[in-house]
């Protein structure tokens, strides 16, 4: 059984940022060779949802990325926070995939598990593409751009360091 939690997060002008958290939590079902049959099953979910929650994400960044302005420091922050923590939890998946993978598999669980390894590495890449666009705009929020003098702000914006509102 697996349950999922969706938080969202409207960042401005239309432009949403997504959280989704899923646990799995399997019973002991067990085919007649005593091997666990909903691990390989659970397991995948769990990377799939992930990794269409990254994307998603990614998706909705790319929208944010000529106004940066338009997200907060709070927003960017805990995205920071939560997608360094996914990076963690990345690691974990790539090791239960591997002792998996080294394990007693049927067949259609071996070439599941082959494609949950590569999903796991997409879901790295995007982990590392959000961390950067995040991290981009750090720099660019409606908080920094507010704290800044009228002045500092003009020199920005001549200057190319800023964008455009």
């Known amino acids: 059984m697996i ?18 958290i899923c646990v799995c939590y399997t019973t002991s079902v067990h085919n007649e060779y005593g091997e666990n ?5 659970s397991f995948k979910f769990v990377v799939d949802e ?8 990614i998706s909705n960044l ?19 926070e939560v997608y360094r923590q996914e990076k963690q939890m990345v690691k974990h998946l790539m090791i239960t ?6 394990g007693d598999l049927s067949y259609t669980d071996r070439q599941t598990m ?14 590392d593409q959000i961390l950067f666009l995040a991290d981009h705009f750090q720099e660019h929020t409606i908080d ?13 914006v001549l200057m190319g360091k800023h964008y455009k509102p």
């Open 114 to 127: 082959k494609q949950v390894d590569g999903d796991i590495h997409m879901l790295d890449k995007a982990c």
């Open 97 to 102: 995939s591997r002792s998996t993978l080294q």
């Open 62 to 80: 790319e929208k944010c990325k000529g106004r940066p302005h338009i997200l907060d420091n709070k927003t960017v922050q805990r995205l920071i």
């Open 3 to 20: 349950f999922c939690l969706n938080l969202l997060a409207r960042a401005g002008c239309g432009c949403f940022l997504t959280l989704k």
């Open 37 to 41: 049959m909903y691990k390989v099953d």
């Open 144 to 156: 920094k751009i507010i704290e800044k003098t009228d002045v500092e702000l003009a020199v920005d």
């Open 50 to 57: 992930k990794l269409a929650q990254a994307q998603k994400q």
